[in-house]
Protein backbone atom coordinates (compact mmCIF):
# COMPACT_ATOMS: atom_id res chain seq x y z
CA UNK A 1 0.00 0.00 0.00
CA UNK A 2 1.14 3.77 -0.93
CA UNK A 3 1.80 5.27 2.41
CA UNK A 4 1.91 9.41 2.18
CA UNK A 5 3.14 10.45 5.80
CA UNK A 6 2.89 13.91 6.96
CA UNK A 7 4.62 15.40 10.20
CA UNK A 8 1.90 16.64 12.25
CA UNK A 9 -2.00 15.98 12.40
CA UNK A 10 -2.52 19.47 14.22
CA UNK A 11 -0.62 22.42 14.60
CA UNK A 12 -0.97 25.91 16.30
CA UNK A 13 1.45 29.12 15.40
CA UNK A 14 1.68 32.62 15.91
CA UNK A 15 1.38 35.15 13.03
CA UNK A 16 4.91 36.01 11.57
CA UNK A 17 6.42 32.19 12.57
CA UNK A 18 7.54 30.36 9.76
CA UNK A 19 6.20 27.33 10.00
CA UNK A 20 7.32 23.99 8.57
CA UNK A 21 4.86 21.32 6.86
CA UNK A 22 6.80 17.79 6.13
CA UNK A 23 5.66 15.26 4.11
CA UNK A 24 6.90 11.84 3.25
CA UNK A 25 5.96 8.90 0.91
CA UNK A 26 7.47 5.56 0.45
CA UNK A 27 6.32 4.37 -2.87
CA UNK A 28 9.64 6.37 -5.03
CA UNK A 29 6.64 8.66 -6.83
CA UNK A 30 8.10 10.78 -9.40
CA UNK A 31 5.28 13.73 -8.49
CA UNK A 32 4.69 15.34 -5.04
CA UNK A 33 2.03 17.77 -3.88
CA UNK A 34 0.91 20.52 -1.74
CA UNK A 35 -2.73 21.53 -1.55
CA UNK A 36 -4.86 23.53 1.14
CA UNK A 37 -8.62 22.58 1.32
CA UNK A 38 -11.11 25.35 2.42
CA UNK A 39 -14.97 24.99 3.20
CA UNK A 40 -16.32 25.34 -0.24
CA UNK A 41 -13.34 26.14 -2.52
CA UNK A 42 -12.07 22.63 -2.62
CA UNK A 43 -8.91 21.30 -3.05
CA UNK A 44 -6.31 24.15 -4.04
CA UNK A 45 -2.27 23.36 -5.57
CA UNK A 46 0.17 25.26 -3.70
CA UNK A 47 3.06 23.56 -5.31
CA UNK A 48 3.88 20.40 -7.17
CA UNK A 49 7.54 19.01 -8.32
CA UNK A 50 8.00 16.40 -10.59
CA UNK A 51 11.80 15.28 -9.57
CA UNK A 52 14.01 16.13 -6.63
CA UNK A 53 14.84 19.76 -6.59
CA UNK A 54 12.10 20.43 -8.96
CA UNK A 55 9.28 22.91 -8.46
CA UNK A 56 6.87 24.80 -10.04
CA UNK A 57 3.60 26.96 -9.11
CA UNK A 58 0.69 25.84 -8.29
CA UNK A 59 -2.82 27.97 -8.14
CA UNK A 60 -1.90 29.86 -5.15
CA UNK A 61 1.32 29.82 -4.29
CA UNK A 62 1.88 33.54 -2.63
CA UNK A 63 3.27 33.02 0.87
CA UNK A 64 4.67 29.68 0.69
CA UNK A 65 7.57 28.18 -0.37
CA UNK A 66 8.74 24.26 -0.81
CA UNK A 67 11.12 22.41 -0.66
CA UNK A 68 12.89 18.83 -2.05
CA UNK A 69 16.10 17.77 -1.72
CA UNK A 70 15.03 14.42 -1.63
CA UNK A 71 12.78 12.20 -4.33
CA UNK A 72 10.94 10.84 -0.72
CA UNK A 73 10.18 14.42 1.04
CA UNK A 74 8.59 17.66 -0.23
CA UNK A 75 8.74 20.23 2.72
CA UNK A 76 5.74 22.87 2.62
CA UNK A 77 7.27 26.27 4.01
CA UNK A 78 5.28 29.33 5.55
CA UNK A 79 7.75 32.19 5.65
CA UNK A 80 5.79 34.00 7.50
CA UNK A 81 2.61 32.58 8.83
CA UNK A 82 -0.73 35.08 8.60
CA UNK A 83 -3.88 34.19 9.72
CA UNK A 84 -5.84 33.89 6.52
CA UNK A 85 -3.46 30.54 6.12
CA UNK A 86 -5.23 28.90 8.80
CA UNK A 87 -6.40 25.73 6.41
CA UNK A 88 -6.12 22.14 6.54
CA UNK A 89 -2.81 21.03 4.25
CA UNK A 90 -2.43 18.36 1.88
CA UNK A 91 0.17 16.73 0.77
CA UNK A 92 0.18 13.43 -2.25
CA UNK A 93 2.50 12.00 -4.04
CA UNK A 94 2.15 9.93 -7.92
CA UNK A 95 3.86 7.86 -10.13
CA UNK A 96 4.66 10.02 -13.49
CA UNK A 97 3.69 6.92 -15.79
CA UNK A 98 0.48 8.08 -17.66
CA UNK A 99 -1.18 4.91 -17.27
CA UNK A 100 -0.63 5.50 -13.23
CA UNK A 101 -1.22 8.92 -12.14
CA UNK A 102 -2.91 8.84 -9.27
CA UNK A 103 -2.61 10.98 -6.50
CA UNK A 104 -2.25 9.37 -3.04
CA UNK A 105 -3.11 11.70 0.12
CA UNK A 106 -1.74 12.25 3.26
CA UNK A 107 -3.80 12.38 5.90
CA UNK A 108 -3.93 16.16 6.42
CA UNK A 109 -2.65 18.87 8.85
CA UNK A 110 -5.19 21.51 10.07
CA UNK A 111 -2.63 24.29 10.71
CA UNK A 112 -4.06 27.21 13.18
CA UNK A 113 -2.73 30.34 13.38
CA UNK A 114 -3.46 32.70 15.52
CA UNK B 1 -8.28 27.99 -17.05
CA UNK B 2 -9.36 24.33 -15.95
CA UNK B 3 -12.48 24.48 -14.12
CA UNK B 4 -14.88 21.51 -12.33
CA UNK B 5 -18.15 21.97 -11.00
CA UNK B 6 -19.52 19.77 -8.84
CA UNK B 7 -23.21 19.56 -7.39
CA UNK B 8 -24.84 19.10 -5.20
CA UNK B 9 -22.62 20.60 -2.61
CA UNK B 10 -24.08 19.00 -0.16
CA UNK B 11 -26.77 16.38 0.22
CA UNK B 12 -29.07 14.63 2.85
CA UNK B 13 -30.36 10.93 2.60
CA UNK B 14 -31.55 8.13 4.26
CA UNK B 15 -30.04 4.81 4.51
CA UNK B 16 -31.12 2.52 1.30
CA UNK B 17 -31.75 5.59 -0.50
CA UNK B 18 -29.72 5.81 -4.22
CA UNK B 19 -27.99 8.60 -4.74
CA UNK B 20 -26.31 10.58 -7.87
CA UNK B 21 -23.36 12.96 -7.82
CA UNK B 22 -22.40 15.23 -10.60
CA UNK B 23 -19.38 16.37 -12.25
CA UNK B 24 -19.12 19.03 -14.87
CA UNK B 25 -15.54 20.24 -16.43
CA UNK B 26 -13.93 22.63 -18.89
CA UNK B 27 -10.54 21.30 -19.60
CA UNK B 28 -8.09 22.56 -22.14
CA UNK B 29 -6.47 18.93 -22.90
CA UNK B 30 -8.25 16.53 -21.09
CA UNK B 31 -6.75 13.25 -20.25
CA UNK B 32 -8.95 11.40 -17.28
CA UNK B 33 -11.21 12.13 -14.17
CA UNK B 34 -10.73 11.06 -10.82
CA UNK B 35 -13.37 10.52 -7.89
CA UNK B 36 -12.25 10.53 -4.59
CA UNK B 37 -14.13 9.71 -1.44
CA UNK B 38 -12.56 11.71 1.77
CA UNK B 39 -13.57 10.82 5.40
CA UNK B 40 -11.84 13.15 8.58
CA UNK B 41 -8.66 12.23 6.83
CA UNK B 42 -6.96 11.35 3.62
CA UNK B 43 -9.19 11.06 0.51
CA UNK B 44 -9.05 8.01 -0.98
CA UNK B 45 -9.29 7.18 -4.51
CA UNK B 46 -12.10 5.55 -5.88
CA UNK B 47 -12.35 6.17 -10.06
CA UNK B 48 -10.36 6.65 -12.68
CA UNK B 49 -12.17 7.44 -15.89
CA UNK B 50 -10.47 8.23 -19.59
CA UNK B 51 -13.15 6.74 -22.18
CA UNK B 52 -16.54 7.36 -22.03
CA UNK B 53 -19.71 5.35 -21.93
CA UNK B 54 -17.66 2.79 -19.57
CA UNK B 55 -18.94 2.64 -16.36
CA UNK B 56 -16.67 1.69 -13.55
CA UNK B 57 -17.94 -0.37 -10.98
CA UNK B 58 -16.96 -1.36 -6.87
CA UNK B 59 -19.84 -2.69 -4.71
CA UNK B 60 -22.39 0.02 -5.07
CA UNK B 61 -20.80 2.45 -5.99
CA UNK B 62 -20.34 3.18 -10.35
CA UNK B 63 -19.36 5.97 -12.24
CA UNK B 64 -19.23 6.68 -16.12
CA UNK B 65 -18.09 9.62 -18.45
CA UNK B 66 -19.34 11.22 -20.77
CA UNK B 67 -16.71 13.57 -22.87
CA UNK B 68 -19.04 14.86 -25.50
CA UNK B 69 -21.09 16.36 -22.52
CA UNK B 70 -18.06 16.90 -20.94
CA UNK B 71 -19.24 15.13 -17.30
CA UNK B 72 -19.16 12.26 -14.77
CA UNK B 73 -21.61 11.22 -12.45
CA UNK B 74 -21.37 9.04 -9.10
CA UNK B 75 -24.02 6.75 -7.93
CA UNK B 76 -24.33 4.85 -5.15
CA UNK B 77 -27.12 2.34 -4.25
CA UNK B 78 -28.45 1.45 -0.97
CA UNK B 79 -26.48 4.06 0.84
CA UNK B 80 -25.33 2.92 4.51
CA UNK B 81 -24.21 5.27 6.80
CA UNK B 82 -20.62 4.61 6.11
CA UNK B 83 -21.18 6.44 2.64
CA UNK B 84 -21.25 9.67 4.37
CA UNK B 85 -18.22 11.49 3.25
CA UNK B 86 -16.81 14.40 1.19
CA UNK B 87 -16.54 13.25 -2.51
CA UNK B 88 -14.27 14.95 -4.60
CA UNK B 89 -13.67 14.94 -8.64
CA UNK B 90 -10.85 16.34 -10.31
CA UNK B 91 -9.78 16.13 -14.07
CA UNK B 92 -5.94 15.33 -14.82
CA UNK B 93 -4.70 16.90 -18.36
CA UNK B 94 -3.15 15.13 -21.05
CA UNK B 95 1.31 14.20 -20.88
CA UNK B 96 3.42 16.95 -22.17
CA UNK B 97 4.41 20.44 -20.46
CA UNK B 98 5.10 20.58 -16.41
CA UNK B 99 1.31 20.80 -15.91
CA UNK B 100 1.09 16.88 -16.26
CA UNK B 101 0.11 14.98 -13.29
CA UNK B 102 -1.41 18.30 -11.79
CA UNK B 103 -5.54 17.39 -10.79
CA UNK B 104 -7.77 20.25 -11.16
CA UNK B 105 -10.48 19.36 -8.11
CA UNK B 106 -14.16 20.48 -7.54
CA UNK B 107 -15.06 22.42 -4.53
CA UNK B 108 -16.63 18.72 -3.54
CA UNK B 109 -20.04 17.53 -2.53
CA UNK B 110 -20.61 16.60 1.19
CA UNK B 111 -22.82 13.57 1.39
CA UNK B 112 -24.81 12.84 4.83
CA UNK B 113 -26.30 9.48 5.11
CA UNK B 114 -28.60 9.23 8.16
CA UNK B 115 -29.88 5.88 9.88
Known amino acids: DVKVTQSSR ?15 QDMDHENMFWYRQDPGLGLRLIYFSYDVKMKEKGDIPEGYSVSREKKE ?39 SVL | EDKVVQSPLSLVVHEGDTVTLNCSYEVTNFRSLLWYKQEKKAPTFLFMLTSSGIEKKSGRLSSILDKKELFSILNITATQTGDSAVYLCAVLPNAGGTSYGKLTFGQGTILTVHP
Do not use: D, H, P
Open chain 1, 73 to 111: RFSLILESASTNQTSMYLCASSLLSVAKNIQYFGAGTRL
Open chain 1, 10 to 24: YLVKRTGEKVFLECV
